[in-house]
């Protein structure tokens, strides 16, 4: 089981940047996927970047070019690096990880999740 911790959220202008981080519990980090989804009010959680574990990465179409996902196995955390931020990027962001598939973009493959970080884009 990992533990996950999301920080780093916060309110930024529009075109601004910010950086999101994953702090991870438990052993074998690296052999995680890590990816990042995002929920705004009354909308379901949608998939946002993931990174697996022979350093693949996927985006979303609508955050590809502006948004960039990492890890360093080492310090046992993921990172988000966000810029460009649009106000449509508001939403609170979570961080999860699986052991069982490589980079999947549905929530549901997901089984250990982040409490969430708040991120607010103001136009």
């Known amino acids: 089981q990992v533990q996950l911790v999301d920080s780093g959220g916060g309110v930024v202008q529009a075109g601004g940047s910010l950086r999101l981080s994953c702090a991870a519990s438990?052993?074998?980090?690296?052999?995680?996927?890590v990816a990042w989804f995002r929920q705004a009010p009354g909308q379901e959680r949608e998939f946002v970047a993931a990174?697996?574990?022979?350093?693949?990465?996927y985006y979303a179409d609508s955050v590809k070019g502006r948004f960039t996902i990492s890890r360093d196995n080492a310090k046992n955390t993921a990172y988000l690096q966000m810029n460009s931020l649009k106000p449509e990027d508001t939403a609170v962001y979570y961080c999860a990880t699986t052991q069982y598939s490589s980079g999947s973009r549905t929530s549901s493959d997901y089984e250990n999740w982040g409490q969430g970080t708040q991120v607010t884009v103001s136009s």
């Open positions: 990174h697996n574990w022979i350093a693949n990465t």
């Open positions: 438990g052993r074998a980090f690296d052999r995680y996927a």
